[in-house]
């Protein structure tokens, strides 16, 4: 039976550490090249007649490495849902506060796999085997409430939890007005999206990725085009391998981040039979909070499975 787990921690992919290695080897072996060419002159005879070829070999295998990783990440597309205090109808109380426990939360994102008014929810027969992932927080006051979302926001970038934290800050001095639902369907709504915009915490990740691959693949060359042939040489190859080293040391720094001590909860299902194997399983799942935690956040991701192996992953799932 699938189980609540209170921990998110963001884990580097397989893979990133090794890729990270071979880019200072790489880093290492060309800055060597370039402290042989004395003048611009030099450096062209250098990369024209292939004395660079040993990084270029390097940066050649490293391409499908990085490439790999890309795919891996950010190429899975999903359904989402997300819901919080102040999604029209599922909160509680009256005024600006709202309240939404964790028992109230969950039954609202299993409520929503059968919303038929929503045209955007996800619509699995039971004989196509889906994945679920959901991330949900909690706090005991509305002050703590504030740097979950706040967490919750930066992760995932969801509208709803930005909605969430200004509707929370607006509480604290003045009544909110209730806004109304854009259609007809029963609030919260799927909405179909993809890493590179549901998670954007990662973006320095993809961004280190994309940087690699662009490099590495100049250098994969072997050699220069005359355009490259400049006096400039040398200096901005150094320059472009030490932009390189930074985005990639920045993006390991991203990982064993996460949100301890902001009250959040992951759940990650696969095999499950259907959207309706997907909401069972969420409404069935063990160890979850009561309504000891008055507000509650969470956004629930559904693919085929397997689409978010890589996500879950990276969460610490």
Do not use: M
């Given at each position: 039976m699938p189980a609540w787990n209170q921990s998110l921690t963001l884990t580097e992919p397989a893979g990133l550490g090794g890729l990270a290695a071979t880019v200072d080897?790489?880093?290492?072996a060309a800055n060597i090249t370039l402290d042989t060419a004395g003048t611009a002159l030099d450096a062209a005879k250098l990369f024209l007649t292939g004395a660079a070829a040993p990084e270029a070999a390097a940066a050649s295998?490293?391409?499908?490495?990085?490439?790999?990783l890309l795919g891996d990440l950010f190429g899975a597309g999903f359904y989402s849902v997300a819901a919080h205090p102040w999604t029209p109808g599922v909160g509680r109380?009256?005024?600006?506060?709202?309240?939404?426990?964790?028992?109230?939360?969950?039954s609202t994102l299993a409520a929503s796999f059968d919303d038929h008014g929503d045209a955007g929810r996800p619509q699995f027969s039971s004989a196509t085997?889906?994945?679920?992932?959901?991330?949900?927080?909690?706090a005991a006051s509305p002050a703590i409430f504030q740097t979950t979302l706040e967490s919750l926001a930066a992760l995932t970038g969801a509208r709803e939890f930005k909605t969430a934290l200004r509707r929370l800050k607006q509480a604290f001095a003045l009544e909110a007005e209730r806004r109304a639902a854009p259609s007809p369907s029963r609030a919260p709504d799927w909405d179909s999206v993809t890493v590179r915009n549901a998670v954007p915490g990662l973006a320095p990740v993809e961004d280190s990725l994309r940087a690699q691959i662009a490099t590495l693949k100049?250098?994969?060359k072997g050699g220069e085009t005359a355009v490259d042939i400049a006096a400039a040489l040398v200096a901005s190859k150094r320059a472009q391998l030490t932009t390189l080293q930074t985005k990639m040391t920045a993006a390991r720094a991203l990982f064993g981040a996460g949100m301890a001590g902001q009250g959040a909860y992951l759940l990650h299902v696969t095999g499950a039979p259907g959207g309706a194997g997907a909401r069972d399983a969420l409404k069935a799942a063990t160890g979850r909070p009561g309504p000891e935690l008055p507000f509650c956040a969470g956004i629930a991701l559904v693919a085929p499975d397997g689409a978010l192996g890589s996500l879950a992953t990276l969460l610490g799932a």
């Open positions: 080897t790489i880093i290492a295998a490293a391409v499908a490495t990085a490439e790999g109380g009256e005024g600006a506060w709202r309240t939404l426990d964790f028992p109230r939360l969950v085997p889906v994945e679920l992932l959901v991330i949900a927080a909690g100049a250098w994969a």
